[in-house]
């Protein structure tokens, strides 16, 4: 089952976030523990799998603290039901925080819980993309995103494929089934390590082109975010939050039923098969490639590189944004 089917949990969350105001300061949760409201960027998946398996696993509960994710009316509301605190954290996207802060929501990224980037190009059949330079003449199909605009832009002007052989048509997150109805050629947006598996194992034999192998610069596609205020005032919390997370995600890595089987309960519409092979693919990068470097590492180069890139392609006004978007200070084993 893709995202798409899957979107009508996220109208029923809108509905429920709809209905609160501001979220009630609540120091207990469950056993007395300090009570969490995570806001995912999306339904429950296997991107999420980590998490769930430091709550099944109970590292969460360990930890003091009762986490509780929940779904978003949308992929781009997160940041701000966490600015207006509606929520104590939430997950998001590099590019999305960095509009964020562009925009003047005082929310910073605490940890990257993906450090590359899932967004890809896919497409099937016969006219398949194989490079970047087979996308002339085609449509490509795009959620609508203003960064994803820009990917296509970098992605064609590196391959050296005019913009105007290219159509772009706004889908929505109608992405895959666009592409298999033969209203899109291919697809920018869809995740290799989801749309791109749950394809293949459904025998499509999707051809996939990674953002960071084309031109567009490394990023980390999901991020832990916080306030402000709390980076400031609540350290301690984070360092438990962050420290459990890691458990939860090295119990991933031992076994992925540690937090597929509790995903599934969170989310029963899932299916196990497509999870579980989900969370294979994903694994390498849960974790970064320098194994020096703690769980949850945010390099500065590539934030460096990646919000000149956005500045460079008017998504920013200034580059200097990147500068206090993030920080490593509450990973395990970093900071005082």
Known sequence: MTRVILLAALVLAAIALGACGEKEERPGGAGGAERVDLLLDYFPNADHAGIYAAQGGGAFARAGLDVRPRTPPDPTAALKL???????????YEPDLLLARGAGLKVQAVAALVQKPLTSIISLGRRAARTPGDLRGRTVGTAGLPYQSAFLQTILRDADVPARSVKRVNVGFNLTPAMLSGRVDATLGSFWNYEGVDLRRRGKAPRIIRMERVGVPVYNELVIV????????QGPFLRRFLLALREGHVSLRRDARTGVDPLLRANPDLERGLQTASVRATLP??????????????EP?????????????????????????YTNEFLPGEGI
Do not use: C, H, Y
């Open 82 to 92: 966490l600015a207006a605190r509606r929520a104590d954290l939430a997950i998001s």
């Open 285 to 298: 990068v849960f974790f970064p490639s320098d194994r020096e470097r703690p769980f949850g590492w945010m």
């Open 226 to 233: 916080a306030r402000e205020d709390t980076v400031r005032e």
């Open 301 to 325: 180069r590539e934030w460096t590189a990646f919000g000149r890139w956005m500045a460079g392609n008017g998504l920013l006004k200034q580059p200097e944004v990147v500068d206090r978007a």
